[in-house]
């Protein structure tokens, strides 16, 4: 996950996705066979996803495309991501971007431009999926799950923040902070942090939540990108950073001396979803089905760090990646819930203004 400059648009804040990260090895192997089955209606000589590259991709290419890929016989390409360019495709009726990796609040914003999902037909058990708010959409469902969580360099282990208002206490818990330069999720922590419980978040008290801010703005610095936040951390420009869990995960796997803090873990929700035109939306629910399939959740959290959304896809899973899940049942249950994606659906553009003069001045 990325951000864009202050003063962009948020329909393109996550382009260029995780620029660098460490590979986590191993995976689930799918069989070897031919095509298990074929689309009805009409077909695509290429399927084309719209996502924001790097280790994600590679991930999802190697699982769920692979899997999609032996079941139809049709290769999966990727392009980056820019949301903008996909609205403006299905405005014009020309789709040719047949999956895109879709933040809960751009559904949430953008109902008219989706389809309701068949769910008859890609064959998801609501009951299977982690019973996390929006999960389960008419016109989408939960693709993975992440989630914002404290990263702090080994040695801080005895005097790190353990929670969102430890995070904000510099007295307390001496150390420099760094956090996302962007203000979906980061908003929600402050107010957090200020003492307002979560079931009483929404709607955000925006004003509030940026003179907390201010409390720790000397003592902070900013990440833009995904491996921004591991190089701060691990170079020690950092002592502790809000994070994906993701990425705290990639370094511990790769044995570099940093550790996750999961007191009040924030939860984020990604979804599939079928824009309407759609050349063969046939063939995306498809690839829906191929990626909503466990073997390929499980084979995709392996090599992205990102938590399956099935339990079924968990249970596939080593003990060690099981360990690095924000769905492992310790962790999930320490979280303090998922981010209301219907209220940034309405206030995003406001609130990334108002951030990006904060963040300038």
Same mark, same amino acid.
């Given at each position: 996950?990325?951000?864009?400059?202050?003063?962009?648009?948020?329909?393109?804040?996550?382009?260029?996705?995780?620029?660098?990260g460490v590979v986590v090895g191993g995976g689930i192997a799918f069989a070897a066979c031919g095509p298990t089955s074929s689309?009805?209606?009409?077909?695509?000589?290429?399927?084309?996803?719209?996502?924001?590259?790097?280790?994600?991709? =590679?991930? #999802?290419?190697?699982?769920?495309?692979?899997?999609?890929?032996?079941r139809t016989g049709i290769p999966v390409s990727a392009v980056p991501l820019d949301y903008g360019k996909?609205?403006?495709?299905?405005?014009?009726?020309?789709?040719?971007w047949n999956w895109i990796d879709a933040e809960g609040w751009f559904v949430r914003a953008?109902?008219?431009?989706?389809?309701?999902?068949?769910?008859?037909k890609i064959g998801v058990d609501k009951s299977d999926l982690y019973a996390v708010d929006g999960a389960y959409l008419p016109n989408g469902v939960a693709s993975y799950l992440s989630t914002y969580a404290i990263g702090y360099?080994?040695?801080?282990?005895?005097?790190h923040p353990h929670n969102w208002a430890e995070f904000f206490d510099s007295k307390a818990v001496p150390g420099k902070r760094?956090?996302?330069?962007?203000?979906?999720?980061?908003?929600?922590?402050?107010?957090l942090a200020d003492g307002v419980?979560?079931?009483?978040?929404?709607?955000?008290? =925006?004003? #509030?939540?940026?003179?907390?801010?201010?409390?720790?703005?000397h003592n902070m610095i900013f990440w833009n990108y995904g491996s921004e936040s591991q190089q701060f951390l691990v170079g020690g420009a950092a002592d502790f950073v809000i994070a994906w869990h993701n990425r705290i995960a990639y370094l511990i796997q790769a044995g570099l001396p940093v550790s996750i803090e999961w007191g009040q873990n924030l939860q984020i929700l990604t979804h599939h979803t079928i824009s309407?035109?759609?050349?063969?939306?046939?063939?995306?629910?498809e690839f829906i089905k191929a990626a909503m399939d466990p073997r390929a959740q499980a084979q995709f959290a392996t090599g992205s760090g990102n938590a399956p959304s099935r339990k079924s896809a968990y249970n596939l899973l080593d003990d060690k990646t099981k360990s690095l899940m924000s769905t492992n049942p310790d962790h999930f249950g320490q979280s303090v819930g998922a981010i209301n994606d219907q209220w940034w659906g309405q206030n995003i553009d406001a609130v990334v203004a108002k951030w990006n003069a904060w963040a300038s001045g």
């Open positions: 996950m990325d951000k864009v400059a202050p003063g962009a648009t948020p329909l393109s804040r996550r382009q260029f996705l995780e620029r660098a689309p009805t209606g009409p077909t695509l000589k290429q399927f084309v996803m719209a996502d924001y590259g790097g280790i994600t991709q =590679t991930a #999802r290419l190697q699982s769920w495309g692979a899997l999609f890929t032996q996909f609205k403006a495709q299905i405005q014009s009726q020309h789709v040719t953008n109902g008219d431009l989706l389809t309701n999902l068949p769910y008859d360099r080994s040695e801080k282990k005895d005097k760094a956090i996302y330069n962007w203000p979906y999720g980061m908003i929600e922590i402050a107010l419980p979560f079931a009483q978040l929404y709607p955000l008290d =925006t004003d #509030r939540a940026f003179k907390k801010l201010d409390t720790i703005k309407k035109y759609q050349p063969a939306p046939d063939v995306c629910v």
